[in-house]
């Protein structure tokens, strides 16, 4: 069965830099759309961003210009690269993954797989 397994969280200050991974495993990031969410302490989680077919990418506005998607289909491993970072990025971090057609990409409801998730601190 399908499995995503996150690393690369961490505590750091503002202005900082981090780079998530996602692994997957049983399941191929090629052709599939996949997506970071995040949920910050006492809220829903939220579409961060997302990767689809031909490389098709889109962002929250919240992280335009500072994040960026990307993936290793030799890998299989979806990355986050996460610059100047703020206090307000602090929360749980999610891969996701789900078929290449579907709605809304920011929708919860519309992913199949999740990861376990990764800690981001970010101080102030």
């Known amino acids: 069965h399908a499995q995503l397994v996150e690393s690369g969280g961490g505590s750091v200050q503002a202005g900082g830099t981090l780079r998530l991974s996602c692994t997957a495993s049983?399941?191929?990031?090629?052709?599939?759309?996949m997506a970071w969410f995040r949920r910050i302490a006492g809220s829903e989680r939220q579409g961060v961003a997302r990767?689809?077919?031909?490389?098709?990418?889109d962002y929250a506005e919240s992280v335009k210009g500072r994040f960026s998607i990307s993936q290793d289909n030799a890998k299989n491993t979806l990355y986050l690269q996460m610059n100047s970072l703020k206090p307000e990025d602090t929360a749980m971090y999610y891969c996701?993954?789900?078929?290449?057609?579907?709605?809304?990409?920011?929708?919860?409801?519309?992913?199949?797989?999740w990861g376990q998730g990764t800690q981001v601190t970010v101080s102030s």
């Open positions: 990767i689809a077919t031909f490389s098709k990418t």
């Open positions: 996701a993954a789900r078929g290449p057609y579907g709605g809304d990409w920011y929708e919860v409801n519309e992913y199949t797989y």
């Open positions: 049983g399941y191929s990031l090629r052709s599939n759309c």
